[in-house]
Every structure is written in C-alpha cells, then in structure tokens.
C-alpha cells in the first residue's frame, strides 16, 4: 500500500513538473523579444521584467514591467506590460477616480488600475506578440505612465 502512494505522489509531481515547463519557456520567450530589440531589463524579486525607460530631454526615466508569468482567459494567454504612476497618498491629490476612469475610456490601449496604493497604467495583450509590438507597448506603458506622474507630481520622478 505504501509502495503504491509514493509511486502515486511521484507520477503527480513529475506531471506537475511538465507542466510548469511551458511556463519557464514563456519567460525565455519575453527575455528572448526584448533581447531582440536590444531592450535592457533585469528580473525582480516575483520573476517579472523590469525595464527603466529614459527621457533624457526631459532628465526623466520611467519604470516599466513586462510580466514574468501569463494568465489563461477562456485558453488564450494574456501578459500584462504595466508601469506606476503614483503613490496615492502623497500624489493622488491631483487626480481622483472619476478622472482615471474617463483617461481609461480614452485610452485606446491600456487602463487606469489600483493596486495597493499605486496607480498603475497597465496593458494585457495575448501572449504571442512579437518583439516589435512588446517594444511598442513598452514605449505606449512608459510614456503614459511617466506623463500622468508628471501631472500629478510636478518635477518629482520617483518611478
């Protein structure tokens, strides 16, 4: 009997592991896009990309994450490219939720969203983008992001 759990709990585990590998080759893929486009990132604490995008004109830069693992929606895979914009103590006196929810409607790629105490510009796009459209969004994520801190902060360029 004991034989035949253990035997049971090791098939379960090599399972598990198999499917975890299409996981970590997802990762590889977004290393493997930004890589292409010459995109310098480095790996965060929860396993997502972390990009600073600079705007030296303007002596700002703005931090941008690709996402380092998907969500499944009804089989498609999704990645999210998001970035912050403020912390809603000490910046948000300049914006409300009404505010965000209208810049959301106009936005024709990405959304206004709260997580914590941080206002966050976020896009998800299936996973399948090429390196040229992660490229893009990046860019799309940043500057959003960058000017809405910029509104709400003035001169300060915390992220």
Sequence with gaps: MRMTISLSCMILLA????????????????AARLDASGIKYEI???GDYKITVGYKDQDRSQMVFVSGGTENVMG????????????LEA???GGNG???????????????????KVLWFVVKLPEDMDADTLETVLNIVAQTADDEELELTGD????
């Design 44 to 46: 965060d604490d929860d």
């Design 76 to 87: 498609l895979r999704v990645r999210e490219v998001f970035s912050p914009a403020a912390r």
């Design 91 to 93: 910046d948000a006196s």
């Design 98 to 116: 009404a505010d965000w929810l209208a810049k959301s409607a106009m936005s024709k790629l990405g959304s206004w969203e709260l997580r914590g």
């Design 156 to 159: 300060r360029d915390e992220f």
């Design 15 to 30: 399972g598990t592991l198999l499917l975890a590998v299409p996981a970590m080759a997802a990762d590889t893929d977004v």
